[in-house]
């Protein structure tokens, strides 16, 4: 989808000095494309350009396509007041924060429900007072009573999810997100107006399902009162068993891993989407002006749409390169390259350092053996979103 490149100029028009940043971390995500580190003594944190913080394991909604909470999700079967107690403390993310900060990465804040994190404030600060670029994805339920901590403190972006307009969303996020959503957006922006400020950059985030494609217009009519910055179209994770055994017998192999995250995403809400359906609102949402720009990802051949949900073994994107320039830390202090699949434990911040885990043994056996593999992937990245994001485009996709 060419439309996707129109944004850029669109974006840095905005606002320059947050375009600087974003071009800063492309760089660093273009020298791990183009000259891979494969000495394993690199330091790898000279390209560390994004860094996911997935705060809490709780969550106020169970929207049902979640990896998460949703119909499949991996943490329903846990015991989750048990987990709740695991989370990192804010003086420890603090130390983390001055560790990662000289190498200027976005930092990503998410969850679970991210402002069911007790300090979800006081560690956004600081981060923001460290020079770092904030950006935090939400089911913004809970926007509205901290909308002017948030204006006031300068978040650089909010992401709020949003699926479809009022009552698709709510048959899918849970009954009344989408009018609480209404009204955070509304509280940020008479604050926004109240201080005249440009920040927080607002967004939404659509996960595309059978449930909700079809109304993706009808919500995109709906933003215009949102005064957003963005409009991100997310084609969504889907896997299916084949898959999931593949994974399954790859990562106990290579990596002695037991996997249960990837199955999180074996929801079926892929299933029966019309891809020419799809291919064509697309094209409308991409040619009308809803005032911000609309971003599709992966931003494929219209002509491939049917694939990505019918054929879910066929790869659109491959040779991911998260583990040259990215991680995740878990709620617990746990450390993964993979976000939305955490079963990999790299090592723990409450025990080492950041910088002894990303360049240790455990880590660069994982870049290791995912550079071995054909295509640079394993059997289970296929509609992985952060492959979708930084993978490489396969010909023809
Ligand atoms: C897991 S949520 C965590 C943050 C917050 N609770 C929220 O809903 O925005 C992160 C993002 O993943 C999206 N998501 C949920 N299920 C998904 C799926 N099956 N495929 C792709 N994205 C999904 C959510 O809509 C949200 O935009
Ligand atoms: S709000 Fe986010 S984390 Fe919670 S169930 Fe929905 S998608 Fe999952």
């Not at 669109?10 to 940043?21: C, H, N, P, Q, R």
């Not at 029966?272 to 064509?280: A, E, P, V, Y």
């Not at 911040?349 to 295509?375: M, P």
Request: glycine share 6%.
């Amino acid at each position: 989808m060419k439309e996707n490149y129109s944004v850029i100029p669109l974006l840095l028009g905005k606002e320059l000095s947050l375009s600087a940043k974003i071009f800063w971390g492309f760089i660093k995500m273009g020298k791990s494309w183009i000259f891979p580190k494969r000495n394993y003594r690199y330091n790898h944190l000279k390209n560390l350009c994004l860094v996911y913080f997935k705060l809490t394991p709780l969550c106020n909604l169970r929207c049902r396509m979640c990896g998460q909470w949703g119909d499949q999700g991996v943490m329903k079967n846990c015991d989750i007041r048990e987990e709740a107690k695991k989370i990192v403390s804010l003086e420890r993310y603090k130390e983390l924060v001055d560790e990662i900060a000289p190498r200027r990465p976005v930092s990503y804040l998410w969850g679970g429900e991210p402002f069911l994190y007790p300090d979800l404030m006081p560690l956004a600060k600081y981060m923001l007072d460290k020079g770092l670029y904030v950006s935090v994805n939400t089911n913004g339920t809970l926007m509205e009573q901290n909308a002017e901590q948030i204006v006031h403190d300068q978040w650089s972006t909010i992401f709020v999810s949003l699926d479809a307009f009022q009552e698709i969303n709510d048959a899918m996020r849970g009954k009344g997100a989408y009018e609480r959503v209404v009204k955070g957006f509304a509280a940020i922006n008479r604050e926004k107006k109240k201080r005249n400020s440009n920040y927080p950059i607002m967004g939404i985030v659509t996960t595309v399902t059978n449930q909700n494609y079809l109304d993706l217009e009808h919500l995109a009519e709906a933003t215009r009162e949102f005064n957003l910055d963005i409009h991100i179209i997310n084609l969504g994770t889907y896997t299916n068993d084949r898959i999931i055994a593949a994974q399954r017998r790859f990562m106990k192999e290579k990596l002695d891993t037991d996997i249960d995250c990837l199955a999180g995403y074996n929801t079926g809400y892929n299933h029966h989407i019309d891809g020419k359906r799809l291919q064509s609102i697309l094209n409308n949402l991409h040619q009308k002006r809803y005032g911000h720009p609309i971003l599709t990802v992966p931003a494929l051949n219209p002509e491939k749409i049917s694939t990505y949900y019918a054929d879910l073994e066929t790869p659109v994107r491959n040779h991911c390169i998260v583990p040259w320039c990215q991680t995740n830390i878990n709620y617990n202090g746990d450390v993964h390259f993979c976000a939305d699949y955490p079963d990999h434990i790299l090592g723990n911040i409450k025990e080492q350092s950041f910088k002894e885990i990303y360049n240790g043994d455990r880590a660069n056996r994982f870049r290791k053996t995912l550079h071995d593999c054909e295509g640079g992937m394993f059997p289970g990245c296929l509609r992985c979103y952060q492959n979708m994001l930084f993978g490489k485009r396969i010909r023809g996709y």
